[in-house]
């Protein structure tokens, strides 16, 4: 089992940067894929990006590409979402979650943080 605990997220203007941790309990984070997943007012929550165990794969949803990083340090038991050029779409509550695999699909992963918002202002 693995306890997630996100922060870094607050107000941005648009075209600004945000990083996002998550920070994992336990002794098995390498263990586990890490996925970012995001909902804004009056949707679903949807999916971001993921990154695998070891950190050498990484997949992006359409939307994020290019704009997104994830990366990982298992050592610090730490995921990160570097956010760069945030535009106010953006603005949603993040969470990160942990999976076996890199799914996209939220019914996939069996644990989540608690969500940090990240409002992104015009």
């Known amino acids: 089992q693995v306890q997630l605990v996100e922060s870094g997220g607050g107000l941005v203007q648009a075209g600004g940067s945000l990083r996002l941790s998550c920070a994992a309990s336990g002794r098995t984070f390498s263990s586990y894929t890490m996925g970012w997943f995001r909902q804004a007012p009056g949707k679903e929550r949807e999916f971001v990006g993921a990154i695998s165990m070891s950190g050498g794969n990484t997949l992006y949803a359409d939307s994020v590409k290019g704009q997104f990083t994830i990366s990982r340090l298992n050592v610090n038991n730490t995921v990160y979402l570097q956010m760069n050029s945030l535009k106010p779409e953006d603005t949603a509550v993040y969470y990160c979650?942990?999976?076996?695999?890199?799914?996209?699909?939220?019914?996939?992963?069996?644990?989540w943080g608690q969500g940090t918002q990240v409002t992104v202002s015009s």
């Open positions: 979650a942990a999976s076996t695999f890199l799914y996209t699909v939220i019914s996939r992963y069996n644990y």
